[in-house]
């Protein structure tokens, strides 16, 4: 750099928390100096300090000459801070007092990978890899559509079609059919139209918060997703299926040989279990049942299911 005189050379050098030495050369004919900062002094480079009768050399004590090595991992010794007389600048990814310790990013959550990425810290920094079902450099990952590759997933999956999911595909059944375990097999009671019923808040344990009330029930149902498998067969405590009073089937489930039976259907209210009763019909459809459900008239009374 270029100086007008010692004074701005040796104010440049302190300026700059590396610099612990300086070279300034004579009066060039415009008036100026050219100005070195130099960031170790003749101790550390004595072989290699060399006479030079256009440059004046001034250094400073030096705190990072005997002890510079002990700052770790590439970072950079800062003589003349704190009351040790030496700092360490860490370089990326490392803190401590001599930059010893490596910074866990991941666990921290300073990394920047995608939300459907994982972090993998390594040495010094971290690496990002897109989790499985979606694609790209871990920074911006992608869902990759499984139903549109060639080789179609759900082939091997008779009587269904690939619906894409995030990060994921299902092999969802045609109509007709009904999913049970990893095939799709004929729905004996497609016939009947049944409607799903799927909310969570049908299950028995479900502490009820706004108490609802099946008033609106006619025809055949069948308890699936988030609502369990079936109508249970226990009696539900008090508050429970997001209702007042539970409803519950008393009686065991059918068999497939046994068809379309009645089943006994208990309402529980306060200390009884079954306070007041009927009868609905129940049909086993091999992988699932459906209940022939009618309009309550015990408010708030809902029908409760499980797993």
């Not at 256009?54 to 400073?60: F, I, K, S």
């Not at 950079?76 to 990814?93: D, H, L």
């Not at 997001?242 to 519950?248: E, I, K, T």
């Given at each position: 750099?270029?100086?007008?005189?010692?004074?701005?050379?040796?104010?440049?050098?302190?300026?700059?928390?590396?610099?612990?030495?300086?070279?300034?050369?004579?009066?060039?004919?415009?008036?100026?100096?050219?100005?070195?900062?130099?960031?170790?002094?003749?101790?550390e480079?004595?072989?290699?300090?060399k006479?030079?009768?256009?440059?004046?050399?001034?250094?400073a004590?030096?705190?990072?000459?005997?002890?510079?090595?002990?700052?770790?991992?590439?970072?950079?010794?800062?003589?003349?801070?704190?009351q040790k007389?030496?700092?360490?600048?860490?370089?990326?990814?490392f803190?401590g007092?001599?930059?010893?310790?490596?910074?866990?990013?991941?666990?921290?959550?300073?990394?920047?990978?995608?939300?459907?990425?994982?972090?993998?810290?390594?040495?010094?920094?971290?690496?990002?890899?897109?989790?499985?079902?979606?694609?790209?450099?871990?920074?911006n990952?992608?869902?990759?559509?499984?139903?549109?590759?060639?080789?179609?997933?759900?082939?091997?999956?008779?009587?269904?079609?690939c619906?894409?999911?995030?990060?994921?595909?299902?092999?969802?059944?045609?109509?007709?059919?009904?999913?049970?375990?990893?095939?799709?097999?004929?729905?004996?009671?497609?016939?009947?139209h049944y409607?799903?019923?799927?909310?969570?808040?049908?299950?028995?344990?479900?502490?009820?918060?706004?108490s609802?009330?099946?008033?609106t029930l006619?025809?055949?149902?069948?308890?699936?997703?988030?609502?369990?498998?079936?109508?249970?067969?226990?009696?539900?405590?008090?508050?429970?299926?997001?209702?007042?009073f539970p409803?519950?089937l008393?009686?065991?489930h059918?068999?497939?040989?046994e068809?379309?039976?009645?089943?006994?259907?208990?309402?529980?209210?306060?200390e009884l279990?079954?306070e007041?009763?009927?009868?609905?019909?129940?049909k086993?459809c091999?992988?699932?049942?459906?209940?022939?459900?009618?309009?309550?008239?015990?408010?708030?009374?809902?029908?409760?299911?499980?797993d």
């Amino acid at each position: 750099m270029t100086v007008k005189d010692l004074d701005e050379c040796e104010h440049r050098c302190y300026l700059d928390a590396n610099c612990v030495s300086l070279n300034i050369r004579n009066k060039d004919p415009d008036g100026t100096h050219k100005c070195e900062l130099n960031n170790s002094t003749h101790l550390e480079h004595d072989r290699d300090l060399k006479d030079n009768q256009l440059y004046y050399y001034r250094g400073a004590e030096n705190k990072c000459g005997k002890i510079g090595l002990k700052c770790a991992n590439n970072s950079t010794c800062q003589s003349g801070f704190t009351q040790k007389g030496y700092r360490c600048a860490c370089t990326t990814g490392f803190e401590g007092e001599h930059c010893e310790n490596d910074i866990d990013e991941c666990d921290r959550g300073s990394h920047k990978c995608h939300v459907n990425a994982n972090c993998n810290n390594t040495n010094g920094g971290y690496n990002c890899s897109c989790k499985d079902g979606y694609t790209g450099d871990g920074q911006n990952c992608a869902d990759i559509y499984e139903c549109a590759a060639q080789n179609d997933p759900c082939a091997a999956v008779a009587n269904s079609t690939c619906s894409n999911t995030h990060g994921s595909y299902h092999c969802m059944c045609e109509d007709g059919f009904v999913n049970n375990g990893a095939i799709c097999e004929v729905d004996v009671c497609h016939w009947q139209h049944y409607q799903n019923l799927t909310d969570a808040e049908r299950k028995y344990d479900y502490v009820t918060v706004n108490s609802k009330c099946d008033k609106t029930l006619d025809g055949w149902y069948r308890f699936k997703g988030a609502a369990g498998t079936k109508m249970v067969t226990t009696c539900p405590s008090m508050n429970r299926c997001d209702g007042n009073f539970p409803v519950w089937l008393s009686e065991d489930h059918p068999t497939v040989a046994e068809g379309t039976v009645l089943r006994k259907v208990c309402v529980r209210k306060f200390e009884l279990c079954c306070e007041n009763w009927f009868r609905i019909k129940v049909k086993n459809c091999s992988s699932y049942y459906i209940y022939r459900l009618g309009n309550l008239g015990h408010c708030d009374a809902r029908y409760c299911s499980t797993d």
